[in-house]
């Protein structure tokens, strides 16, 4: 990550409601730039954990300091203000215009008016809400989707270091979900924060975090990262939470770098039909899930017929088989094994000067090598 410092150090934290035990002993660090992910099930004590970090909960044990100050010792209103919170009922007021619900935090700290109307319309054009268009109306006004992109706005708007997000997508159906959570893993702005987000969508934590924190009856079952909690579970409670959407995971998890010592043995041959172009060239650390998704909507969509690397047919020889779908990995000139595999375990990966033809059938046999391997480790 970016700091050696912790943005966010959480030590021995607990929560006590009565004789119930919300959160017990929990601790983690969270550098700079790093997002995580809490999860679990419901009761599991994900959003105490998450309130405790703002001061909206206060523990009955344990620490919490944000960048190096024990937040004890500083007033909640304004700990609050240099903290960005997006919750799953958005919260806007409603009395407000978007521009206004914006500008709260900006107001309070006393941002110049100038600045805050330049730093509402540049949120909400990257959030892809039309200042011209949507800046007057009221939140009654907008959908489900909007509601949440300007929830989203309102926590950027006074730039803070640190993102807290509860089941910011959850009131959303799925279709608008996805799309959201797609704008949000590439907002720029988002790269730069520390965030920290609840949620009880699997595949959303897998999709969003750098690492995850499963919890369960307030105790952090295994802190790591999507693929570590995937092929490395600390314990049975991991392994069968995942275990109903262990496919899917795999395909959202492992890149095209994690194929590559199985894709030379399986290259291509004969005719494909479409040669390389700028929409059907994949990066090397695309997932297998979006090279699966390239493939099909590349698949039907015949572009000129390109030789490789067979010798054409002749009168004397049958006719080749029907020509595959291909998408052109990048050329790679170099391979690092992931970082949190034991050096017992690397892989020595072949490197391809010019881009490396891949289709579907190529694609499933490689990713299933890599998942044997992964689950022998």
Same mark, same amino acid.
């Given at each position: ?7 966010? $150090? ?14 017990? #002993? %929990? ?22 954990? @998450? ?10 044990? *344990? ?7 024990? %937040? ?6 304004? =700990? $609050? ?15 407000? &215009?978007?521009?206004? /619900?914006?500008?709260? %935090?900006?107001? =309070? ?17 990257? =959030?892809? !809400? ?9 939140? +009654? ?17 006074? #730039?803070?270091?640190?993102? @807290? ?13 996805? *799309? ?27 999709? =969003? ?15 790591? &990262?999507? +693929?570590? !909690?995937?092929? +490395?579970?600390? /314990? ?10 262990? !496919? ?8 095209? #770098?994690?194929?590559?010592?199985? @894709? ?15 929409? /059907?060239?994949? +990066? ?40 595959? &779908? ?16 034991? %050096? ?31 689950? $022998?480790?």
């Amino acid at each position: 990550m970016l700091d050696s410092q912790p943005v966010i $150090r959480v030590r021995g934290l607990s929560k006590h409601y009565g004789a119930q035990t919300v959160v017990q #002993n %929990v601790s983690f660090e969270l550098a700079a730039g790093e997002t995580l992910v809490l999860l679990g099930p419901s009761g599991c004590g994900k959003t105490t954990l @998450l309130k405790t970090l703002n001061r909206l909960i206060e523990p009955d044990a *344990g620490t919490v300091e944000v960048q190096g100050q024990d %937040v004890r010792h500083q007033r909640p209103e304004l =700990l $609050r203000r240099g903290i960005g919170y997006v919750i799953q009922q958005v919260g806007l007021l409603p009395h407000l &215009t978007v521009a206004e /619900n914006v500008a709260v %935090v900006p107001k =309070l700290l006393g941002h110049p008016a100038a600045e805050i109307t330049a730093r509402t319309e540049e949120l909400l054009t990257r =959030l892809h !809400l039309p200042p011209a268009r949507y800046a007057g109306q009221y939140p +009654r006004q907008l959908s489900g989707g909007q509601q949440q992109r300007v929830g989203l706005a309102r926590a950027l708007a006074a #730039n803070p270091p640190i993102i @807290l997000l509860d089941e910011p997508f959850g009131a959303l159906d799925p279709i608008t979900r996805a *799309g959201i959570r797609r704008e949000f893993r590439e907002l720029e702005e988002l790269r730069q924060k520390t965030v920290v987000m609840v949620t009880h969508d699997v595949q959303e934590a897998f999709e =969003l975090a750098d690492r995850i924190m499963l919890l369960n009856a307030g105790q952090v079952q295994q802190l790591g &990262t999507p +693929r570590e !909690l995937l092929f +490395r579970p600390a /314990n049975d409670f991991v392994r069968q939470f995942f275990a109903a959407e262990q !496919l899917t995971l795999q395909l959202r998890t492992l890149t095209l #770098n994690d194929l590559l010592p199985y @894709l030379a043995n399986h290259s291509p041959s004969g005719y494909v039909y479409n040669s390389q172009s700028g929409t /059907n060239t994949i +990066r090397p650390d695309a997932t297998v899930q979006q090279a699966l998704e390239q493939l099909s909507a590349q698949a039907g969509s015949v572009v000129d017929a390109a030789f490789f690397p067979a010798p054409p047919p002749t009168p004397s020889l049958p006719e080749p088989p029907p020509a595959p &779908t291909v998408l052109w990995l990048q050329a790679i000139t170099s391979f690092s094994t992931p970082p949190e595999l034991p %050096v017992a375990n690397q892989l020595v990966a072949p490197t391809f000067k010019a881009p490396f033809p891949l289709t579907l059938p190529s694609l499933m046999a490689a990713f299933g090598q890599a998942i044997q391997h992964f689950q $022998r480790l």
